[in-house]
């Protein structure tokens, strides 16, 4: 059982106008400090490698995506965000979404899409920036969620020294 | 100039007076609801509205052009007329009473003009008759609405607008007994020409400590916002209002505290007059009403954003308690010694 | 029955069948790649292994369990350590030049090389030595691809050949690492069986055309249901891709009609599973969307209920109406068609086909009819196409339903009827018939439940796969709808 012992109030605290006064002071004294808020449009959050921002397709060097659209992310995503459906190409990966989508309004940034991809074609950017006017919008097809390698190399080197650590311990 | 103001016809006067004073109350209470957060902002270390015009001074505009666009919604089972009439007899009681405070008098020349819309003899009791209807816009808003919520908070405000309008009114009379007069200007006046205003008299004092307690009390303003009291109550009696009835009540709640303020600094501190200044210039003192008053309002967001609310058994405690028989036996006081300082003289 | 004992149980095993048989009905898992019920056992993969002993106390040694014959009182292993090893050896070998392809081969996700590895083997591979390069898209035939890499010379596919279809077509080329699964002469593939090519190979190194990439396999919804294509009735599972749209349609084992086989002209019959709705709005140009009734303007999109009012005012006015069912109606549309049919005092008949010469010694018999025997057991007459257009134009009225009925008339044919006629009909879909009054949307079937009987009287069931479109009812359902409105109308002459 919890017995809360309650503090034996004095007779200035009784009173509580000393009490009142005390209270505005601080108030007072708060009043000309310096605020802490950040002004976010104009001072965006910092981000960097550790952020997990939504999840971008990476776009390799030849300008196409890395995306063989085996489905690991799809069946990996916890939100039910990632809908891909596949097809064949002329490229030697043979395999290519014809449709990859993510429904950013699912979307929960947890990264199992990244974690789960064999062809490390998809990471977490450090975009966290979502709005639209309609649903349909917020729907990210290919184009949408393209960036070029260059824009997430600190991610992918990241995430690459993370397995790293994990795999020398095996 | 004075010659011209002395051929204007009286009621183009009136007329004016009516538009400044009015006007300056609405856009007081407009103001208010921008320092308020403005306030309360910089007491937690943040900014407030900074983005509408600059220093976000034209948020009260952007709030009024967003209630004048919302809809209205009436909730199904509700007293459609008292709920539409209920915001304006909370705001409009709360704005007539100004009428009758004296912030200065405007000197053209020899012509000396009392700023103030009205001067009566009985302005006290005018304030006093006015002031207890605002009740009646809280009780029926809360009780039309057909809402428990609503319900719970108009009765709580009543009651607590009652049990305190009584030690208000105690603590006037003393105001009252030592100026002898139940006319503000008279009031003011008699504190200018003692050199002494009435917060700096023994009883005056205590009077001053009760009035100031008993109008958050009335004005339902933090810490005894127990008509509003959203963790209880949602909004209490305003919980079903929306759009410009909603802000109607907002309007009333702050005119109530600009016309306590001005009350306070009328009765308390010699409304415009200027301490070791006696014939200081007719414009030096509506500026120092208007400091005074600022000052007090300046209290009611000060207070509002420092101390939590109490639970409403210990308002009504307060109030029946400690409060009213302070305010009676100094009333009782002042009174004796008024009768028998006079007396003795 | 012979007694032997796997893991430490006594259970009776067939003598007929090779020890990996006895282990798989006992439950016990036994992985297998080379070996196949439906196929001869050759032993080459050797993943089979389990640790075996002629008696209890015996000494043991690991033997492939799809190779060894059962015999009294052996005692078999699976969970031995030695047996895990040999078994893990085995596989690393196979993975030797096995490409790290799951992300985009077809297999994953029902591979079984996939899943031993997943179960058996190591996560690292140790060979220094590069891996086979070899031809990655190589065709064999319309129906299926080969992807050399992926391989794991099972030979399930060259037995698939000798063993099943009795004509060899495929073989393994070329000796030692250089093995290969060519076709004789490089000529493609050719018959009616060979999409079970891409079932029966444990690996992705055989997948079929159609399918390729449309799907990962874990996405599709599996339900059990029967072909459609002739009166063999395979039994086969429907597989839709997120329970929409349906991708792959596969065999599954019953011992009764098909075995483990299908062909592929049921294989590939996605087409009439997946027609597309007609545009909002309009009667023709894909599937019916609802009910539709002959207005000035030709058929027109109209109200369920006030459609059946016209339909059944129409059969009421014009007593004489024929009952022509499809050869794809259900044993339960067949049983509401009757009761129609003997409210409209008429004889009930379905439009028969004629034989598709596809007929096979295999499966196929050639008969476009698969519930040609339950309908001939509730008493419908079977009609040539021909016959069913001559019956109809002397008839007064008539009433066509059932999936496809129109199309098995022939819709030149119907194009051509008198358009005194007063026409009712059930269909998917209908072209622009100068005599169709009144027609109603029924679902395939793959999106309803119910049964037919194939041509051995084995009942195959149907099932559930996508939902029909919106709006869609039972046809029995409707047919009961229209007697019972039918019932309720006064009869006119
Ligand atoms: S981050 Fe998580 S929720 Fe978002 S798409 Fe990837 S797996 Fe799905
Ligand atoms: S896991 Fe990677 S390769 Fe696979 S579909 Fe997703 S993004 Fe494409
Ligand atoms: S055959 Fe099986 S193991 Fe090989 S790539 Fe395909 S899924 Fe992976
Ligand atoms: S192609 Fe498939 S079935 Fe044929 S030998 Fe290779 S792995 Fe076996
Ligand atoms: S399954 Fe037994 S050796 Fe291949």
Redesign the interface.
């Known amino acids: 059982m919890v017995v809360v012992q309650r503090k034996e109030l004095t007779l200035a605290e009784r009173l509580y106008l000393p009490e009142v006064l005390r209270g505005l002071s601080l108030t007072f004294r708060k009043f000309f400090e310096k605020p802490i808020t950040r002004q976010y449009p104009e001072q965006p959050l910092p981000t960097d490698e550790v952020t997990r921002g939504q999840p971008r397709l990476v776009v390799k060097d030849d300008g196409n995506i890395a995306c063989v659209s085996c489905g690991m992310c799809e069946i990996a995503c916890p939100a039910y965000a990632i809908t891909i459906d596949g097809g064949e190409t002329d490229r030697m990966i043979e395999r290519e979404p014809k449709k990859f989508e993510i429904d950013m309004l699912r979307c929960i940034l947890c990264g199992f899409c990244e974690e789960a991809c064999p062809k490390d074609a998809i990471f977490m950017s450090n975009e966290l920036e979502l709005a639209d006017y309609t649903r349909a919008g917020l729907v990210y097809d290919i184009e949408k969620l393209k960036r070029p390698k260059s824009a997430l190399q600190k991610r992918i080197d990241y995430v690459y020294r993370l397995n790293n650590r994990w795999r020398s311990k095996q | 100039m004075e010659d011209f103001v002395k051929e204007l016809p009286v009621w183009v006067l009136w007329v004016a007076k009516v538009a400044i004073i009015f006007g300056g109350l609405v856009a007081t209470a407009a103001l208010m609801s921008l320092a308020e957060r403005k306030v309360s902002a910089w007491m937690q270390y943040r900014h407030g509205p900074n983005r509408v015009g600059p220093f976000g001074l034209l948020q009260p505009l952007a709030d009024g052009i967003k209630f004048i666009f919302k809809e209205e919604l009436i909730p199904a089972g509700a007293n459609k007329f008292l709920f539409r009439l209920a915001p304006a007899l909370a705001a409009i009681p709360a704005m007539m009473t100004i009428a009758v405070i004296p912030i200065g008098t405007i000197q053209i020349g020899e012509t000396k003009i009392p700023f103030s819309i009205a001067q009566v003899d009985l302005g006290i009791m005018y304030m006093l008759a006015l002031g207890g209807l605002s009740v009646y816009g809280a009780i029926l808003g809360g009780w039309a609405s057909n809402s428990k919520y609503s319900l719970l908070g108009g009765l709580r405000a009543s009651a607590q607008m009652i049990s305190y309008e009584l030690t208000l009114i105690l603590s006037i009379l003393v105001v009252v007994a030592l100026s002898g007069s139940l006319d503000l200007g008279a009031i003011v006046e008699a504190q200018r020409v003692n050199g002494l205003w009435n917060v700096f008299t023994p009883f005056g004092a205590l009077a001053f400590v009760l009035f100031t307690i008993a109008s958050f009390a009335e004005t339902n303003r933090h810490p005894f916002d127990f008509a509003e009291c959203e963790p209880e109550l949602v909004g209490g009696f305003h919980t079903e209002y929306s759009a410009m009835r909603f802000a109607l009540f907002f309007l009333g709640e702050y005119c109530a505290m600009t016309v306590m303020a001005c009350l306070n600094t009328t009765l308390f501190f010699g409304g415009p007059s200027v301490p070791f200044w006696a014939n200081a210039p007719w414009y030096v003192g509506i500026l120092a009403f208007l400091i005074k008053a600022g000052f007090f309002l300046f209290l009611f967001i000060w207070v509002r954003w420092t101390l939590p609310r109490f639970r409403f058994d210990q308002l009504m405690r307060l109030g029946w308690k400690v409060a009213l028989p302070i305010a009676l036996a100094n009333l009782l006081v002042v009174g004796a010694w008024v009768a028998f300082s006079t007396k003795g003289s | 029955m012979t007694k032997i004992q796997i893991n430490g149980r006594e259970v009776e095993a067939d003598p007929k069948q090779p020890l990996i048989r006895a282990c798989h009905d006992q439950g016990v898992d036994v992985p297998m790649y080379c070996y196949h019920p439906g196929l001869a056992p050759v032993g080459s993969c050797r993943i089979c292994q389990v640790e075996v002993a002629a008696a209890p106390g015996q000494p043991s040694r690991v033997v492939a369990a799809c190779r060894t014959p059962v015999s009294e009182g052996m005692v078999v292993s699976t969970d031995t350590p030695k047996a895990h090893d040999t078994r893990r050896e085995c596989l690393e070998f196979l993975l030797k030049n096995h490409p790290l392809d799951?992300?985009?081969c077809d297999k994953?996700g029902e591979c079984d090389l996939q899943d031993y590895s997943f179960n058996e083997g190591q996560?690292k591979g140790r060979s220094s030595e590069p891996r086979r390069k070899l031809e990655?898209?190589k065709s064999l035939g319309d129906v299926i691809v080969l992807d050399e890499e992926r391989c794991i010379l099972c030979s399930r596919c060259v037995r698939f050949f000798t063993d099943v279809t009795k004509k060899a077509q495929l073989t393994v080329e070329g000796l030692g690492s250089r093995s290969v699964i060519n076709t004789y002469m490089d000529k493609p593939l050719e018959g009616n069986y060979q999409g079970n090519l891409a079932d029966i190979c444990p690996v992705g190194a055989l997948t079929s055309k159609k399918f390729?990439?449309?799907?990962?396999v874990?996405?599709l919804s599996k339900t059990l249901s029967t072909c459609g294509e002739c009166s063999r009735g395979c039994s086969i599972s429907v597989e839709a891709l997120r329970a929409k749209e349906v991708k792959r349609l596969r065999p599954r084992y019953n011992a009764a009609v098909n075995q483990w086989w299908m062909c592929d002209t049921g294989r590939h019959a996605l087409a009439p599973l997946t027609r597309p709705l007609a545009p909002e709005g309009a009667v023709l140009g894909g599937r019916l969307r609802g009910a539709a009734v002959r207005g000035y303007n030709g058929l027109e999109l109209a109200d369920d209920v006030a459609a059946l009012d016209l339909a059944a005012d129409m059969l009421a006015a014009h007593p004489g109406a024929a009952v022509i069912v499809s050869p794809f109606a259900t044993q339960e549309e067949a049983k509401a068609a009757l009761a129609l049919a003997q409210a409209l005092k008429a004889t009930p008949q379905f439009v028969s086909p004629a034989p598709n010469g596809l007929k096979d010694d295999l499966l196929h018999t050639g008969d476009p009819c698969p519930n040609r025997r339950g309908l001939v057991e509730q008493g419908f007459t079977a009609l040539e196409p021909a016959a069913a257009l001559a019956a109809l134009a002397a008839a007064p009225a008539a009433v066509l339903a059932g999936e496809r009925v129109l199309e098995f008339l022939g819709h030149e044919g119907l194009a051509k009827l008198p358009t005194k006629l007063r026409l009712v009909a059930f269909d998917v879909e209908t072209s622009d018939i100068p005599a169709l009054d009144v027609v109603f949307p029924v679902p395939t079937h793959v999106e309803k439940s119910g049964h037919w009987v194939n041509v051995d009287g084995h009942v195959g069931v149907l099932n559930v796969a996508v939902p029909p479109p919106s709006g869609v009812r039972r046809l029995d359902a409707q047919l009961a709808a229209l007697a019972a409105k039918l019932a309720a109308t006064p009869a006119r002459s």
């Open positions: 799951c992300p985009i994953a996560g990655k898209r390729r990439f449309q799907a990962r874990w996405n």
